[in-house]
């Protein structure tokens, strides 16, 4: 199940990383640069929904699958965020909660999961919002300019940022406090 479609577009995620990150060092106008990450970035973004989908429907999971897929999407994120604090349009004190937050969550699931109660710390639905408000962040932050003359996305996309880094902080907390009990019966 390596190379099977929904495989292929969960690398893609992977293979965008390096394109939108180039993108910024295109000679072209910082507009038109802004605009071609912030498509990029939505593109491969939305295959993250696409490729769970059709490894459904094609009947083509896999555990290779089910471990790339998150790793994908977290490399997009982390990627994305360091461009923008970069382009200094995040804060890098949000990029750091919001990166350290996936590493230290990734590290308990697969701890859990080697002790044998990876249950206790599934994705949950507050993990889910706080992906989504990131996965809208994260473009508005990357066009930085007026959509449809009215919204202000460097406006909406700090907003939404630093909501993200809340949600984070809150979601972290959410699966430590259902991973304590696990760990407390191992080390004791």
């Not at 640069?33 to 295959?47: G, H, K, P, Q, S």
């Not at 461009?83 to 995040?90: I, S």
């Not at 699931?109 to 002790?115: D, H, K, L, P």
Request: contains cysteine; hydrophobic residues 60%; charged residues 15%.
């Amino acid at each position: 199940m390596f190379w099977t479609l929904p495989t292929i577009m969960t690398w893609t995620r992977i293979v965008a990383i390096p394109l939108i990150v180039g993108v910024f060092y295109l000679p072209l106008d910082a507009s038109m640069r802004n605009l071609i990450a912030t498509v990029m970035f939505i593109v491969f973004a939305a295959t993250d929904w696409l490729d769970g989908y059709l490894a459904r429907k094609l009947n083509q999971t896999s555990a290779f699958g089910a471990f790339l897929d998150p790793v994908a999407d977290k490399f997009l994120v982390c990627a994305s965020l360091l461009v923008l604090v970069h382009l200094d349009r995040a804060n890098v004190f949000v990029a750091l909660i919001i990166i350290g937050r996936e590493i230290a969550i990734s590290a308990l699931r697969e701890w859990m999961a080697q002790i044998g109660a990876g249950r206790s710390v599934a994705v949950h639905m507050l993990g889910k919002v706080k992906t989504t408000v990131q996965m809208v962040a994260i473009p508005f932050l990357l066009f930085d300019g007026m959509l449809f003359g009215v919204i202000d996305t460097g406006l909406w996309g700090q907003w939404l940022i630093w909501a993200a880094a809340v949600l984070t902080v809150w979601s972290m907390v959410y699966y430590l406090q259902k991973a304590i009990p696990e760990i407390r019966a191992r080390t004791q």
